[in-house]
Nanobody
Framework: QVQLVESGGGLVQAGGSLRLSCAAS????????MAWFRQTPGKEREFVAR???????TDYADSVKGRFTISRDSANTVYLQMSVLKREDTAVYYC???????????????????WGQGTQVTVSS
């Protein structure tokens, strides 16, 4: 059974940092891209960052570029280092994994096969 389990969320003041982790199990993800999305109430899930399976390609939403860093230290673990957090970064953050797809799907939910349950990040002013 495939599982993606996020951790590291919490409450942080604006300007602070958090590191999210995602542990994947149930299969080998070495040839899968991993990504982070986030969602706030009443809004659609939005793309945050993506890292390719050999970790040589990363992609970021404009809203987080320069502040967030996605990385992976093994085939089945991915991280999201979040710095200079803003109130608008408050959301539930989801980890996702997907096989090879065209670049047009990199930032879309449909480009990913597996999803975690999410971890809440709250940024206070």
């Amino acid at each position: 059974q495939v599982q993606l389990v996020e951790s590291g969320g919490g409450l942080v003041q604006a300007g602070g940092s958090l590191r999210l982790s995602c542990a994947a199990s149930g299969r080998t993800f070495s040839n899968y891209a991993m990504a982070w999305f986030r969602q706030t109430p009443g809004k659609e899930r939005e793309f945050v960052a993506r890292i390719s399976w050999i970790a040589d390609t990363t992609d970021y939403a404009d809203s987080v570029k320069g502040r967030f860093t996605i990385s992976r230290d093994s085939a089945n673990t991915v991280y999201l280092q979040m710095s200079v957090l803003k109130r608008e970064d408050t959301a539930v953050y989801y980890c996702a994994a997907g096989g090879a797809v065209g670049i047009r799907l990199w930032r879309l939910e449909g480009g990913y096969d597996y999803w975690g349950q999410g971890t809440q990040v709250t940024v206070s002013s």
